[in-house]
């Protein structure tokens, strides 16, 4: 999972080998019928109808999952069912009883035949508050009748206790004008019928799917099919808009991957959020082996979309080499309701974050001085969280306090770690090798069907690489020390800088320096915070209403614009601002001045490092 702009997650996908091997054997001859009917929805809750398979015991229990692979928070999707109820063949009631958030159990389960319930959607819940508050909107779900379904599979369907190895059929219901975008093969040629298979129900959890009027493109990189498909609630962006950007970003990123990857089919598929009180305020994306959810503001100006759909979906992209490849047994066993989680998102989150970068750098998107900022920054984020936690320890208890506040660390520190170790494996081999080898390495080891074990992984990979390897892995992996981060980039010969840089007028970070009323969309200037020059120079007060800047309109519907337009302004730049105060508005005149803070940065000063430098930036 990619935090990006607000909240951001992961999810890992896989089964059971033995279960895989058992299906060539032994063709299963009952599977689990699913109907989701998204013509009849009612008050914003849509039907799902499971017919069960045949039940040998007295009783069963039906559970939707409190936690998906790899979102490492509690959701409890179960608290978003209703009104579930269990039939025999003759459509008798039998008793059902609700044991937990998620799970109910029904009695007389011999006589089962099926079970309906509706669904709420978890849009309409969020509240947009901190990390972990609320249902990360790219593993959420959407209901709003004839205009858009966002369904994350797991948080419509569930499963019966050990049954969850049986083939599902799922046949979706909708409107005409609707269309279901998904990776998943439609095998009814209806227009108001879709009907998908999958062999086990973690490959259904796997694949989404949202339905809205059709608007997607797609096209082919070195035999992935690739589909890209935009809800847009007011049609302001569209597939067509943004898939050049993304043509070429996953063409660099099957170039950098060379074969590791099969996958032939890959859907992103883009939610854009009209940021109204019920709609979706968790920004990022969700990756799964096949397709990827993106969640986004649609206010955002094309260019900041196209960027951030650069950052977020290249990191989920690369989440097909781990842990989706390269995975532990807890995941490959993943239970959704009694999860235990692995040592390892280092290399789940870490690796990928890392890669997400390198590959920027290695096919010729961004320079070097763009590269090494974002180093610098990662350094630089990661001193606010806890430095002297073992990140093995972090990972395995990352559903609890106090590891859970420390886990947007795994996109900071944890590609640091993969930093790290690449520049270790370059020294040793002469700039030969990289991390990248030994993720092939481990690919080929292990694999979709073949787990690891936790504690046997750093074993594995010292006998792969060096003993220096090993040695980081023990004492800045699973240990305490802090990392020598000067020490590991003088070997390619990159030191520390210190310059002044500008910052942004209308945010420090992540704190702004204006607020908006909902209400009336109105940007005003925060009355409990201190202003900077800006302010001060130009006269503004607390509250003061922005209405305009350089003879440009501001409300909350384009204030992505008035940040981005911001970050172009110079020093000494004339400025004019249209205010309301006090219920009356005028005109203020001045210049633009910039708010400074000195930063540390990196910059490749030794030339003897150069060839290792260009080794691991290029190799």
């Known amino acids: 999972m990619k935090k990006s702009i607000i909240v951001l997650a992961l999810v890992a996908f896989l089964w059971n080998s033995n279960t895989a091997n058992a299906q060539k054997k032994s063709t299963p001859t009952q599977n689990i019928k699913v109907g989701i009917d998204l013509v009849d929805v009612k008050d914003d809750k849509v039907k799902v109808t499971v017919q069960a398979p045949k039940i040998k015991s007295d009783k069963i229990t039906y559970s939707i999952p409190k936690i998906v692979p790899g979102t490492y928070s509690e959701d409890n999707y179960g608290k978003n069912i209703e009104d579930l109820k269990a039939f025999d063949a003759k459509g008798t009631a039998l008793a059902v009883t609700k044991t937990d958030d998620n799970t109910w159990s029904i009695s007389s389960a011999k006589n089962l035949a099926k079970i309906t319930y509706l669904v709420n959607d978890t849009f309409d819940t969020e509240k947009g508050g901190s990390f972990g508050t609320d249902i990360f909107s790219p593993a959420g779900t959407n209901i709003e009748a004839g205009k858009n379904f966002m369904i994350n599979t797991h948080g419509f369907v569930g499963y019966f206790q050990d049954q969850k190895d049986l083939p599902y059929q799922v046949t979706i219901t909708h409107p005409e004008t609707l269309w279901g975008a998904t990776s998943m093969i439609d095998t009814d040629a209806s227009a108001t019928k879709d009907v998908f298979n999958t062999p086990r129900y973690a490959e259904l959890v796997e694949n989404p799917i949202m339905y809205a009027k059709p608007d997607y493109t797609s096209f082919n990189v070195n035999g992935m099919d690739i589909q890209i498909v935009v809800y847009s609630p007011s049609g302001k962006v569209t597939a067509e808009s943004i898939t050049p950007e993304m043509k070429k970003m996953m063409t660099a990123q099957k170039t950098f991957l060379g074969n590791i990857n099969s996958t032939k089919k890959y859907s992103v598929l883009l939610y854009l959020s009209s940021m109204q009180p019920n709609d979706a305020k968790g920004f ?336």
Request: hydrophobic share 35%.
């Open 284 to 619: 990022g994306a969700l990756e799964h082996p096949t397709a990827t959810t993106v969640v986004l503001p649609e206010m955002m100006p094309l260019a900041e979309l196209q960027k951030s759909m650069i950052d977020v979906v290249s990191h989920e992209f690369f989440h097909i080499l781990t842990p989706l490849t390269i995975h532990s047994n807890e995941i490959q066993y993943f239970d959704y309701n009694t999860p235990k989680m692995s040592q390892h998102l280092w290399m789940y989150e870490g690796v990928t974050e890392y890669f997400a970068n390198l590959f920027q750098i290695n096919q010729g998107l961004i320079d070097e001085t763009d590269f090494l900022n974002r180093i610098a920054e990662k350094i630089e984020q990661s001193k606010s969280l806890n430095d002297t936690m073992p990140f093995t320890t972090m990972s395995a208890n990352v559903l609890k306090s106090p590891y859970k506040e420390q886990y947007l660390n795994v996109y900071q520190k944890g590609a640091l770690i993969g930093m790290c170790i690449d520049i270790i494996i370059r020294e040793k081999s002469n700039g030969e090798k990289g991390i990248l080898n030994l993720m092939q390495q481990l690919s080929k080891e292990y694999g979709v069907n073949k787990a690891f074990n936790d504690e046997e992984l750093f074993a594995k990979i010292t006998a792969l690489t060096y003993p220096e390897v090993g040695a980081f892995l023990s004492t800045y992996v699973s240990g305490p020390t802090p990392i020598p981060y000067d020490t590991f980039l003088a070997k390619v010969g990159v030191t520390k800088t210190k310059d002044k840089k500008a910052g942004n007028v209308f945010l420090k970070g992540q704190s702004p320096y204006i607020t908006v009323n909902k209400e009336t969309k109105e940007i005003l200037v925060r009355p409990d915070t201190e202003l900077i020059e800006f302010y001060t120079s130009l006269e503004l007060k607390a509250n003061d209403i922005l209405m305009a800047i350089n003879n440009k309109a501001y409300t909350l519907d384009n204030i992505y614009e008035m940040i981005g337009e911001s970050e172009n302004w110079k020093e000494n730049d004339a400025i004019t601002i249209k205010i309301k105060r006090d219920g009356k508005e005028q005109i203020i005149t001045g210049k633009v001045h910039l708010p400074y803070e000195e930063i540390e940065g990196l910059k490749a000063t030794d030339s003897t490092k150069s060839n290792l430098k260009n080794a691991w930036m290029k190799g």
